[in-house]
């Protein structure tokens, strides 16, 4: 039965084609599946991304200042008006405070998308105009809207046929939900205010009144639409959801897609939830909590699939990412590069170099580990280590990332409180300050250190990133896409022959043409090449690119070998790919080889589901053993090590070898056939003297006919 199903799947194997993403390209590659067989159609799956940034999220408010992202690089703008505004809280209940930068963080300035215009601003109780006045309408009730959160809890989102009016979503306290509010800036005489019959309109009543809920972010869909996604989590139980509410032209629909997806510990805290630039992939940070002492044991950077077309998320091909827990930081954050090829992460790692390190992963390499590098940052300041504060407070600020244009920003502590020690005795006199720093693109490195601007853009008292959701748009007919690549490969040898296709333009819009001039949404194609078509929609226009082409075999199994008949059974590991299926139906990497013969392996590498044999012979090899006499341990890759050579065929039990010095003294000692030898030491590590040496060799074998035993001298020189 084994060999039928292992045929099945040889004789299948020869009509696969599977998918495979390539990186390199302007834009984020796509993936295009194929079937090579002939009159088949190839779909192409549309993502979009757009050449450039609208600018509804061009103004960051920090403490007293502004920050201006409508100039490259971004500037810093006194705003004492934002003073008023800005709020603490303690206790039971909020107040207010004119303190400059103590505000709460779950904020959302709106700014216009086309001229960056500040227009309003949301915090998670009350909605301000561009003048920082309250609107007349704009402060809710404390028992639908929390205002006390650090998590993102609110997010905005515009109408899809009116530039006028935006949603504004907000998750209550615990045991009550999600609501939304309309505000129209045409109001107050184009002040803006909130609609008295569309304010707190519930959405969802949430399951478990101890259930912790967060926004993930606002997501462009593929069809005039928008995406609010929600994540509910209750840490006792094995599993989460994450709601996606679709916002249409005709408004918000109130049945959400929902995804449960499973934990993997039960007790787990999440957070930092975040959708990377191309809407393919859901960050979060995971903090697992063992049931039995309740203490943090580790950190992760977890990541699921989304699609923005059904608004479904799902498991991601990308696995987890162990992160270090430093000594300043259980709040770990991270982010998207906009380029969507790599994922940093701080988790408050700074060192006593006077250097904050960030981590960069390499989100193509997630096969070897993510390429983990380390990215310094020096500081101009010393951060005390825990032994060193002498009840001096010195604990550094979080740090968060904000994606924008071609940007990675991130805010880093500029100074210290005047009087706390260093460790060299030497005092810290800084002020309170926060500067802004970005990470740009490098070369086909990639955000490193030599990227991170050195221009101090803001000053700001106490105060770090807001954490509230970027506002986002719907595509436009502005955002024809002409970089965007649909990759599909054949997982076959270049000779063989290539099939009929036909390619596939995503249905439901008008006058699709050609790079050929061929004009409908089908085009039949009998070769390799890149293939492109142009057509039109009712949100944007679109241009798809096909590229076909072969993907030659990838070999992953050692070399054909022979194998004496005393070493069967003996372990193969073979190379690294992301699916094996051996002759047996065993998916394990490793295989256990008893006999000689021919094995096979089935396994999915490089986008590509391929296949690969090792040939195994068999032999019977003689006991044959072989001493030195003499060997010269100096470094120079020649007779450093004194080991005998035995015969593959000896397969030893009981293996002892023991070297004495001309007084009788041991001085080494080896039960294991495999090591490498005496290297000419002592056991305190020093080179033993040139001379003569006495060594005993013992083991038994089933394969001689007496146990072996043989003493001789050999001779030590240098």
């Keep these: 039965m084994k060999e039928q199903t292992w045929t099945k799947n040889l004789q299948s194997m020869g009509r696969w084609l599977k998918k495979c993403t390539l990186t390199g390209y ?21 993502h979009a991304q757009r050449k450039q940034e609208l600018k509804a999220n061009s103004n960051w408010f920090l403490g007293e200042h502004r920050i201006d992202a409508n100039q490259e690089p971004p500037v810093s703008i006194e705003a004492p008006e934002y003073y008023p505004v800005a709020q603490t809280y303690e206790g039971s209940g909020p107040f207010e405070t004119i303190s400059a930068g103590v505000r709460s963080t779950n904020v959302i300035p709106v700014s216009d998308p086309n001229t960056g215009q500040f227009l309003f601003m949301v915090f998670a109780d009350r909605v301000y105009n561009r003048n920082f006045e309250m609107m007349p309408n704009g402060e809710f009730d404390a028992s639908t809207f929390d205002p006390a959160t650090s998590d993102k809890h609110i997010a905005v989102a515009p109408f899809i046929s009116d530039t006028n009016r935006y949603y504004i ?18 109001l107050q005489g184009g002040l803006g205010d909130i609609e008295p019959d569309a304010k707190a309109i519930p959405l969802r009543q949430w399951q ?42 005709n408004g918000v629909t109130p049945n959400p897609i929902t995804t449960t997806i499973n934990k993997a510990l039960r007790p787990q805290m999440i957070w930092d939830y975040q959708v990377s630039p191309d809407r393919k992939t859901i960050a979060s940070i995971s903090l697992h909590t063992p049931e039995d002492t ?7 950077a977890n990541f699921l699939s989304f699609n923005p077309e059904t608004g479904a998320a ?5 696995p987890a990412i162990d992160i270090p827990l430093k000594e300043f930081g259980l709040n770990v954050h991270g982010s998207f590069t906009p380029d969507n090829g790599y994922y940093m992460i701080s988790n408050n790692d700074y060192r006593a170099d006077r250097k904050l390190y960030l981590r960069r992963y390499d989100l193509s390499a997630y096969a070897n580990h993510y390429n983990e590098e380390e990215v310094p940052f020096a500081l101009n300041y010393l951060i005390l280590r825990e032994q060193e504060k002498g009840g001096c407070l010195s604990v550094p600020p979080t740090i968060y990332f904000k994606p924008y244009h071609n940007n990675l920003y991130f805010n880093i502590p500029f100074g210290r409180k005047e009087g706390c020690p260093g460790a060299d005795g ?14 740009t693109p490098q070369g086909g490195r990639g955000w490193d250190v030599n990227s991170f601007s050195t221009d101090e853009i803001m000053l700001s008292a106490k105060n770090r990133f807001h954490i509230g959701c970027d506002i986002v748009y719907p595509y436009t007919p502005a955002d024809t896409l002409p970089d965007i690549y649909l990759d599909s490969v054949f997982c076959f040898d270049p000779t063989t022959p290539f099939p009929q296709l036909t390619l596939e333009a995503k249905a439901g819009y008008t006058n699709y043409v050609w790079n050929d001039g061929t004009t409908g949404p089908t085009k039949t194609v009998t070769q390799s090449g890149t293939y492109w078509v142009y057509y039109t929609g009712p949100c944007n226009t679109r241009v798809d690119s096909f590229r076909l082409r072969f993907r030659e075999r990838k070999r992953i199994m050692p070399p054909d070998t022979v194998i004496c008949d005393q070493r069967f059974p003996f372990d193969v590991r073979i190379g690294r790919a992301e699916f094996y299926l051996w002759d047996d139906n065993s998916t394990a990497q490793d295989r256990r080889i008893f006999k000689p013969g021919t094995y096979s392996v089935i396994f999915e590498a490089l986008g590509c589901k391929q296949y690969d044999t090792l040939r195994v012979g068999g032999m019977l090899c003689p006991c044959n053993v072989s001493v030195p006499n003499a060997f010269s341990p100096n470094n120079d890759g020649l007779n450093d090590y004194f080991k005998p050579v035995m015969g593959l065929g000896c397969v030893p039990a009981q293996y002892s070898l023991r070297i004495y010095n001309r007084w009788g003294q041991l001085v080494y000692k080896s039960n294991n056939e495999f090591d490498r030898g005496w290297d000419g030491r002592t056991d305190n590590g020093t080179p033993a003297d040139i001379g003569s040496y006495f060594y005993e060799l013992r083991f038994n074998t089933p394969y001689r006919t007496d146990n072996y035993y043989h003493k001789g001298e050999l001779i030590l020189v240098r």
Excluded at 34 to 44: D, E, F, H, V, Y
Excluded at 294 to 300: D, E, F, G, N, V
């Design 26 to 46: 302007k834009l984020t590659i796509l993936v295009l599946q194929l079937l090579l067989l002939p009159g088949l159609s190839a779909r192409a799956q549309f």
């Design 169 to 186: 979503f907000n998750l209550g306290p615990e045991g009550t939900g999600l609501v939304y509010s309309v505000m129209d800036k045409r």
């Design 208 to 249: 478990y009144s101890s259930s912790k809920q967060e926004v993930i972010g606002i997501v462009p869909g593929n069809n005039c639409d928008l995406w609010l996604l929600i994540a509910e989590n209750l840490i006792s139980e094995s599993s989460f959801n994450i709601y996606a509410y679709r916002i249409t032209e």
């Design 294 to 300: 309740l203490t943090r044991k580790a950190s992760q």
């Design 314 to 318: 799902g498991q991601s091909h990308l």
């Design 426 to 439: 030497t005092k810290i006199v800084a002020k309170d300050l926060t500067a802004i720093r970005s990470l």
